[in-house]
């Protein structure tokens, strides 16, 4: 089959590799037809994250239709399918309590040890993300194998078109659990750093819960015209100072609660970025949290704080004086996809959220390393890139 695959930093390419086979009773193989490219890619894309080999199949946002099973899957051949990108028994302790993202038996992997000295805990099962979570070749392929079957992919009703549906593998549940993180309660006004798909569907569930405003803090232009578009009120960073016009905005109190969409790739020419660009190329941090500092000291006393925006390693000057003194409540976590998929579903089905005005370039899967160029450099207007396999570009 073909397959996109990591060669190094800023190197990936199209190739013909083996065709997944069934390995467990409970696998299913499923051809794939939707894959998109998401930010945490770019990670990879980056080698900001360790443990990648090259030939490494990418991708862990992808649905498609059920192909082949094993005697224990519950699905069957022919039926559509979106699938999770954490990969969960569905049995264990976490499974149990539908922490899916923690599963015990997802990751398998021979590098648990590196996530166990990093995080204390080996880290679960991920598709297509380096071999500290398992080393599971990814979606951005013609076909892909499914561990425990029987307990991630949702069956997509006929009618639902592909593109309504993609992003329950990751970004809408990771945007809406992000909000849920938040604790929103009616009447509250909530910040969001970065508007890229998950602050976008962060926007949207926001509402949803009950917010009264939405402040969506980015500077790519055409992102926060999106943010608008939801009802958003908008911070351009490079033109105002965000701490200034969030407290502007809250009379002086700050959000009630704060949601960090950006992570350790936070760019930008603050001061304390340029430190932290300059300690993680000598390895003395590793991750660039500028957003993260900015969302707690701005948060109201008493407030919360939600982490989505994916951290690797360590970070430096964290400013826990003001999570203490403040009293902030942090949270934050790999998403439990798997807990949110049939509310999300059926919300799509009513149009209660929207999810097809996020995609900017629907391609075919072999100019998949096209679409990496694109997503990396025009990340103002390349919103999101939905590679699938034979498209006929009209
Ligand atoms: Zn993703
Ligand atoms: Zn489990």
């Not at 467990?24 to 490219?37: F, L, Q």
């Not at 561990?147 to 329950?168: A, E, Q």
């Not at 659990?177 to 926007?203: K, S, Y």
């Not at 970025?273 to 957003?291: C, E």
Request: proline share 6%; charged share 20%.
């Amino acid at each position: 089959m073909r397959a996109l695959t990591w060669h190094g930093k800023h190197d990936v390419r199209m190739e013909t590799v083996p065709d997944p086979e069934i390995l467990n009773p409970r696998d299913a193989i499923i051809k794939i037809t939707s894959t998109a490219i998401c930010g945490s890619d770019l990670h990879l894309y980056d080698a900001y994250i360790p443990t990648l080999e090259k030939g490494d199949i990418l991708g862990h946002e992808f649905m498609g239709e059920v192909v082949d099973v094993g005697p224990k899957s519950t699905l069957k051949k022919g039926q559509r399918v979106v699938v999770p990108f954490t990969i969960s028994c569905g049995s264990c302790f976490h499974c149990s309590k539908q922490q899916f993202s923690a599963c015990e038996n997802g990751n398998p992997a021979e590098n648990q040890d590196l996530g166990q000295t990093l995080y204390g805990e080996p880290m679960s099962g991920l598709f297509g993300y380096t071999h500290l979570t398992g080393g599971y070749p990814g979606g951005q392929a013609e076909y892909v194998r499914v561990p425990f079957s029987d307990v991630g992919p949702i069956v997509i009703p006929d009618g639902m078109p592909d593109d309504d549906v993609l992003f329950l593998s990751d970004i809408l549940p990771t945007g809406w659990m992000a909000a849920e993180n938040a604790q929103i309660e009616p009447g509250d006004t909530v910040a969001i750093w970065g508007c890229g798909p998950v602050g976008l569907f962060a926007v949207q569930s926001a509402f949803k819960m009950g917010a009264h405003r939405v402040i969506a803090i980015d500077h790519f232009p055409h992102r926060l015209a999106l943010a608008k578009r939801f009802g958003a009120e908008t911070i351009n960073y490079e033109e105002t100072d965000t701490y200034e016009a969030l407290m502007e905005m809250t009379g002086s109190i700050g959000p009630d609660a704060v949601i960090d969409a950006v992570g350790l790739e936070a760019h930008g020419f603050f001061a304390d970025n340029v430190v932290d660009q300059i300690k993680a190329s000598t390895f003395l941090g590793t991750d660039r949290p500028h957003a993260l500092r900015q969302a707690i000291v701005a948060c109201r006393k008493g407030g919360r704080v939600s982490i989505p925006g994916v951290y690797g390693g360590f970070v430096d000057k964290f400013p826990a004086g003001a999570m203490m003194e403040k009293g902030l409540q942090i949270r934050t976590g790999q998403t439990h996809v798997q807990k949110y998929l049939p509310q999300l579903l059926e919300m799509i089905g009513n149009g209660e959220l929207d999810t097809t005005f996020l995609i900017s370039h629907r391609l075919p899967l072999e100019q998949a390393v096209e679409g990496y160029k694109m997503f990396k450099n025009e990340q103002d207007t390349c919103t999101k890139v939905v590679l699938k396999p034979g498209l006929e570009l009209a």
